[in-house]
């Protein structure tokens, strides 16, 4: 059996060209896989079939303004299940389109997962709404209720962000949550002032943080092991002070000074957007700052170029100068303190005292988050703004009555997460060196 | 956990000469460290890290006792429990009134102190293993045996999570995996009517069957799509509770008549047997929780399935060119986890509690977590840890009564211990037992990176 | 303009615990030399190159700089004292542009700390333009070819203001052409003023381009030698003892060929044919060996044998028998031995015990195991006999394999690989990283296998050890074969051929004598192509070593 005649020669290539092109074959292209046009084809079924042939046969009416609104717009009425049928098949559509990609070799573009995303959350809307008892939402207050619920999420998947970026897993995002939420309620009560709260907030978050940096940088421990146990750690301390002192004298310890509303005039009257972006706490202020100033922090700035470097390769950053394990040290813990900011809300917004556990998971929510929104601070911003309009919809389909149960409205952050790390997400890749400990040498 | 690299310790008395002489013994080390070096990462799991069979004679005994995992595992404990004793101290009433006049009279302070914290640990103890005011030997020993109710499900739950992370995976997801086992073991024990005997085993196998799903569908997706199991077994726990959420609030599983979430009790046939009379509330689970701690020694040290996930563990690439197949191992590893998790949802649906509610699984998942590390994943380690924290639990009720002591302080110790025992050069250094490392402390990380390779 | 440093190193030793890396150690380094630190793997030159680097602190003695003590706390004082370094494994973070690579660490900012990368990218372009290199500031480094990566590098050093450079390893992954290139590219710097420290085990590309050399041995300096002495003499200062420049080994004897590869693709998830069409036979009682650069398809070959690629079409007959579709163990267990080319990735656990590793693909066959009941006696056993027979210096077979240097580590997988019948052994860089009395040792036993009659694949990107053990020599190049040449073609015609050149275009017009084995690749008269070497051969066959 001869070698080569059947095996053509790559030709008579000049050494130049050879070398410009040589060792390509070692070169990672990134794969194109059938993981995302399969899964949005699926979902698409799921809506054709759900929310068009089986959708109901009510008007689905969604109010835009409210009455505070500084021009009025009429009810949107929606047929559900015209809108269910002409929503789920433009969704066909569109995994069509990524499946003829995929038959190309090439990947879907950026729009289409989240052209479909909207499309298929509208489809679901109308399906909820068209089937409730009595069809009507306000879509203006389900949206600044969504934007509210999202505000702790946002700051605790901002902390997931700034850690991974540098390399080191935040599990402890809860915990973070949990310390602000408590310290929050604790200083702002004594002090009756919110402010030193919010600031008290942020520096539980940070401590909690610098215990997570301490103990998987310098002491080299399991960063997921340091992190679980923080949750553990931060939800018995709080539990224990909320015993023994909070409840024991609530007026002295658990009465927070809250955080009031701080409207922009005339801005705040537009309808839908006014409320969610002119009507807001200082935490919900903060929260807008927050995303654009990682953001920017992160891909536009020197800073921000080595926090990335340190966490896709740390010995390179470490052959530059840059110290890893302080840039570690730091990240982590601004990261801390920018989710112990998100716990005040809890203390300091929605609730006017602290109770046990009052993250209630919110924290594992934000990990999600942070994943689903591909360890980009503008897509985790996204991403826990769906996660909060899916907690609202929950709290909002009991009271219309629709015949999905709360339950399962529940569970959909959860369940849209393992889509999302199982492959709907399709190319997202953690920065390399996340939850390896760097040692030197 | 010293034990966590054997590579250092064996690197030591390697490089002392046996037959070789001294020169070639260092050209080989100098090669290992040049060309090791970075290749290998330190393993994700520390625990995973311990190989079957690890050298003992060169060591004495009382150097491995001051030095060796056992003193630190010690240390960590006392020291947790005296951080936790000065924070019962310092929410304490009386501390707080005689810390008014701490420099006038300090040893009113210190009393006070000492006092609070005793107290509270007497209490625990009393109520965790012996409690000599009862009136009877029986009543005496009742706390002992509540800790043993408690540690069923903390040991099935945590040899889990322990199995797991000998090869490699984070298991979180044993809270999900206790409340599938628990749904799934409940309706078979109230809604099928079956013989005595029978009736109970099909309970177990459904309880078993349930983890087992719960925990291999994790391993499947980990294994098809690369989805990182930590993620997908914190989701699938919510996802869980989500489930038996809206279970309970179902015809087929909420009780007649009955607003609460709660299911109807299970019916006698379905229980398991209280092994030491009625008095006690222990039962035929514990029993099978050694049997389970038998099995998982046998499976990890014995076995070629446990040889299989302990080489994926830590090494996956290496294994899969040995021929294993890596992403069946991580399927039948994630759902043996699972089955073992199952197992505690048995335990507290048919031994503890005799009703499925929406606490089923308590914080049992999470706590299999701290019991599997403390238990540095082996399965007696985690055997005693699980008792060891089962009586944290028992006791914490009583100290809770006496001395109004809240349960939450039983958190904090746990968690302090497993972070202490995650990192022993800290215990070490609080006791001030490493003087003679801390000098040269950037030289020997350096040697440790040499030495594991660990340039990661 | 041209700042130039006088670099030394006195007396400079590091312990890694017991471990003495470098012992006392003198390097003067001349300003505008390029000055060779040649020594063979595990001697401590990259030891001694991080020390200087600041990347570890040394135990005892000090740097001079212009006769000046400094002391370096790290890599950014060493930069800033005008040394830059270009590491074996690149230091480049993968999804950065070429751009942020070279600004990271040195950026220039505008105000408020935001990034200027256009004053870096003029900066690239200045020095791409002074020496002749093509590469994109604002191509991903990832998508780079490791040649392009290599002068990232040197721009990365460039652009600190190097004025001593050191080149760690740097013709480890280029073809022979890209080195030459290289090796222009260092005088070049030279000529400018840079100083450059160059590490080195090839002793060809040492005495082609060093103006002064230091012979590293053990950790210690054992003497300087001029470019212009033998390449024998530098081998042997280098191991220290006389090198057997050529392996004993007698002619093959080749029998029926039972190992048969045909058309074999293998398609990475990209998409790229990494393997293209390969096609080849071996007999028993032969060695052929895969030459090529790395990155060529290569492990993607040996890897398909194997059964771990996913997407593989054409044929693999092994006795017959088509290997294609079979699982890992499947093809373990039908006779095939393997060693991987990255022993600590894919061939040892190491936290395992020796002994385990000793059994890693047959931990479930007798005598190992009964059903899924494994005896650990049985395990030690097997392990005492595999130590003694393939000299492995370990005091017990239950210690970790991590502790074991790489020759031993790399005898562990060997004695494994071998202690059972065969009916095809492959082994993949099999002396990689390995001193050299273990090398003399693995050849011996990799001929021994072959003589016992088993047909061998070596892959090997050491063109020297592809010669001196290969019967017949397959060269691929971008995932097709160049062509199959006998044992005896020369070192340019083999060079040529790795850079995609085919065998009749890379051979010299001569003819020479023909070997015992005629060609195989298939052109017609292709069994002439071969240049005479047998008097340079030996000489230059020493330079792996």
Same mark, same amino acid.
């Given at each position: ?441 | ?128 293993? %012996? ?62 009517? $079956? ?230 050069? $800290?215990?070490?250094?609080? %006791?001030? $037992? ?23 | ?226 470019? =212009? ?74 890897? =398909? ?30 006779? &095939? ?118 047909? &061998? ?89």
């Amino acid at each position: 059996m001869s070698a080569t005649a059947t095996s053509p020669l790559p030709g008579k290539r000049g050494p130049g060209t050879a070398q410009a092109t040589d060792q390509s074959v070692a070169v990672s292209a990134k794969p194109v896989t059938w993981k995302t046009p399969v899964m949005l084809a699926l979902l698409a079924l799921v809506a054709f079939v759900f929310f068009g042939l089986m959708g109901p046969n009510q008007t689905a009416e969604f109010g835009i303004s409210t009455g505070g609104d500084f021009f009025q717009l009429p009810a949107v009425e929606v047929p559900a299940f015209l809108g269910g049928i002409v929503l789920s098949v433009i969704l066909l559509g569109l995994a069509a389109y990524a499946v003829f990609l995929k038959t190309k070799g090439q990947a879907a573009p950026a729009w289409l997962p989240i052209t479909f995303t909207v499309l298929f959350v509208t489809a679901f809307l109308i399906w909820v709404v068209g089937g409730a008892r009595t069809p009507s939402i306000s879509l203006a207050g389900l949206i600044a209720g969504s934007v509210t619920l999202a505000v702790p999420l946002v700051f605790g998947s901002l902390s997931g962000v700034l850690c991974e970026r540098v390399g080191v897993v935040n599990i402890a995002i809860e915990g973070q949550l949990l310390g602000g939420a408590f310290t929050a309620a604790m200083v702002a009560t004594m002090t009756r002032n919110p402010f030193l709260g919010l600031l008290a907030a942020a520096v539980a978050g940070a401590v909690v943080s610098m215990v997570l940096a301490v103990f998987s940088i310098k002491y080299l421990v399991n960063q997921i092991i340091v992190g679980v146990v923080l949750n553990v750690l931060v939800s018995g301390l709080t539990g224990f002070l909320f015993s023994t002192v909070m409840q024991a004298n609530k007026a002295q310890f658990n009465s927070p000074v809250g955080l009031d509303n701080i409207e922009i005039p005339v801005l705040s009257g537009i309808p839908i957007i006014g409320p969610i972006l002119f009507k807001q706490t200082l935490v919900g202020y903060l929260m807008y700052v927050a995303v654009i100033v990682v953001w920017l922090g992160l891909f536009k700035t020197k800073w921000g170029l080595r926090v990335r470097a340190v966490g896709e390769h740390p010995q390179a950053a470490d052959t530059l100068g840059i110290n890893v394990n302080a840039t570690r040290f730091w990240n982590v813990t601004i990261g801390g303190a920018i989710a112990g900011i998100g716990g005040s809300f809890f203390t300091l917004v929605a609730i006017d005292s602290f109770t046990k556990e009052i993250s209630g998971g919110r924290g594992f929510i934000a990990l999600a988050a942070l994943i689903f929104g591909r360890w980009n601070p503008i897509g985790a911003f996204f991403a826990a703004l769906l996660f909060g309009f899916a907690d609202n919809l929950q709290s909002i389909v009991t009271i219309i009555g629709t015949p999905v149960p709360s339950q399962f409205m529940a569970m959909l952050p959860y369940l849209v997460t393992v889509l999302a790390v199982a492959g709907l997400v399709g190319r997202s890749r953690p920065p390399a060196a996340s939850g390896i400990p760097y040692v030197k040498g | 956990m010293s034990d966590k690299h054997p590579r250092k310790h064996s690197a030591g008395q390697h490089a002392k000469p046996v037959g070789a002489s001294p020169a070639a013994e260092e050209t080989a080390a100098a090669v290992a460290l040049d060309t090791a070096g970075g290749a290998m990462e330190p393993s994700a799991v520390p625990a995973t890290a311990q190989s079957g069979k690890l050298p003992g004679g060169s060591e004495t005994l009382a150097r491995r006792i001051f030095t060796g995992s056992g003193m630190v595992s010690v240390l960590a404990v006392l020291l947790a429990l005296i951080i936790g004793g000065l924070l019962i101290a310092s929410t304490d009433e009386r501390v707080g009134a005689t810390s008014t006049y701490l420099f006038a009279r300090p040893s009113d302070f210190l009393s006070a102190v000492w006092t609070a914290a005793t107290g509270s640990y007497v209490a625990l103890f009393q109520g965790a293993i %012996f409690n000599p005011l009862a009136s009877s030997v029986g009543v005496q020993f009742a706390p002992l045996m509540e800790t043993l109710t408690i540690a069923t499900p903390l040991i099935t739950a945590g040899l889990g999570v322990a199995l797991a992370f000998r090869a490699g995976l984070f298991n979180i997801g044993a809270q999900g995996q206790i409340i599938m086992a628990g749904i799934l073991a409940a309706w078979v024990g109230f809604a099928l009517h $079956l013989p005595v005997g029978l009736h109970l085993l099909l309970v177990l196998v459904a309880g078993i069957v349930g983890g087992a799903l719960w925990g291999g569908l994790v391993g499947l997706l980990k294994a098809r799509t690369g989805a990182h199991e930590v993620i997908l077994t914190i989701m699938f726990n919510y996802v869980a509770l989500y489930f038996l959420g809206y279970l309970l609030n179902t015809p087929a599983f909420q009780r007649p008549g009955e607003s609460n979430p709660i299911s109807p009790i299970l019916d006698p046939t379905a229980v398991y047997p209280q092994i030491l009379g009625s008095q006690y509330r222990l039962h035929l689970g514990f029993i099978l929780a050694i049997a389970a701690t038998v099995l998982v020694w046998w499976l990890l040290n014995r076995s070629t399935v446990g040889f299989e996930f302990r080489a994926v563990g830590a090494n996956p690439k290496a294994a899969q060119t040995a021929g294993i197949n890596v992403s069946r191992s991580t399927i039948l590893v994630m759902a043996i986890a699972g089955a073992l998790a199952g197992m505690s949802g048995v335990a507290q649906v048919a031994g503890t509690e005799k009703v499925l509610t929406d606490g089923v699984a308590a914080t049992y998942g999470f706590d299999a977590i701290t019991v599997a590390l403390l238990g540095r994943s082996t399965p007696w380690g985690t055997f005693a840890a699980g008792l060891l924290f089962g009586a944290f639990r028992a006791g914490a009720v009583q100290m809770q009564i006496q001395t109004g002591t809240p349960i939450d302080i039983v958190l904090v110790v746990q968690s302090l211990i497993v972070l202490f025992i995650a990192a022993p050069p $800290l215990v070490r250094a609080v %006791f001030g $037992l490493n003087p003679r490392r801390r000098k040269p402390a950037k030289a020997g990380r350096s040697q440790k990176a040499a030495t594991t390779g660990g340039a990661a | 303009m041209v700042r130039v440093l006088k670099l030394e190193l006195r007396g400079i030793t590091k312990r890694f615990g017991s471990l003495l890396a470098n012992d006392h150690i003198d390097v003067v380094v001349e300003p505008g030399q390029i000055h060779c630190l040649l020594g063979e793997n595990g001697a401590g030159k990259s030891t001694l190159m991080n020390v200087l680097y600041g990347l570890y602190e040394p135990t005892e003695g000090e740097i001079l700089i212009d006769d000046k003590p400094v002391s370096f706390r790290g890599p950014g004082d060493a930069m800033a004292a005008g040394i830059g370094m270009v590491h074996q494994h690149f230091m480049l973070v993968p999804v950065f542009t070429v751009a942020e690579n070279v600004a990271l660490g040195a950026e220039s900012t505008k105000t408020g700390g935001f990034l200027n990368l256009d004053d870096t990218r003029r900066k690239i372009k200045e020095i791409s333009d002074r020496y002749g290199f093509d590469v994109d500031p604002d191509a991903l480094v990832e998508d780079l070819p490791v040649g392009v990566q290599q002068r990232v590098e040197i721009i990365k050093a460039l652009v600190r203001d190097a004025r001593v450079l050191i080149l760690d390893e740097p013709t480890a992954v280029l073809t022979p052409q890209d080195t030459d290139e290289l090796l222009d590219i260092m005088r070049q710097l030279k000529s400018s003023g840079t100083s450059i420290v160059f590490i080195s085990h090839k002793l060809r590309e040492v005495k082609a381009v060093s103006d002064t050399i230091t012979v590293i041995r053990r950790g210690k300096v054992v003497g300087s030698a001029d470019p =212009a002495a033998s390449t024998a003499e530098l081998a042997s200062m280098m191991v220290g003892r006389a090198v057997s420049l050529t392996l004993d080994k007698a002619p093959a004897k080749p029998r029926e060929r039972t190992f048969q590869v045909k058309d074999l693709t293998v398609i990475a998830p990209s998409g790229q044919h990494v393997v293209d069409g390969i096609s080849f036979d071996i007999a028993r009682g032969e060695i052929l060996a895969l030459a090529g650069v790395q990155g060529n398809g290569q492990t993607e070959l040996t890897e =398909a044998i194997l059964g771990l690629q996913e997407r593989v079409h054409g044929s693999i007959m092994l006795d017959g028998e088509e290997l294609l579709g079979r699982s890992v163990k499947d093809v373990l267990n039908s006779g &095939v031995g393997f060693v991987p080319e990255d022993r600590s990735v894919d061939g040892l656990i190491g936290t395992f015990s020796i002994a385990e590793n000793l059994i890693l693909d047959r931990y479930d066959q007798p005598p190992f195991a009964k059903g899924i009941s494994m005896s650990p006696a049985k395990v030690l056993e097997n392990a005492k006999t595999r130590i003694g027979e393939f000299d492995v210096r370990t005091q017990s077979g239950s210690l970790a394999a991590g502790t074991l240097s790489g020759g031993n580590q790399q005898k562990v997988v060997m004695a494994r690989e071998l202690s059972r019948p065969l009916r095809l052994f492959i082994a993949s860089q099999p002396t990689r990283g390995v001193d050299v009395g273990s090398i003399e040792f693995l050849h011996k036993r990799i001929v021994a296998e072959r003589d016992h009659g088993t047909p &061998v694949l070596i892959v090997s990107t050491e063109l020297d050890e592809v010669m001196e053990l290969a019967d017949r020599i397959a060269v691929v190049y971008k995932g097709k074969l160049v062509g199959i040449v006998p044992a005896g073609t020369g070192r340019d015609v083999l060079g040529l051929m790795m850079a995609g050149i085919s065998p009749e275009d890379a051979a010299p017009t001569d003819t020479s004598h023909a070997d015992k084995l005629p060609a195989e690749n298939g052109h017609p008269g292709t069994d002439t192509p071969e240049t005479p070497r047998t008097s340079t051969a030996s000489a230059e066959g020493g330079d792996h070593v």
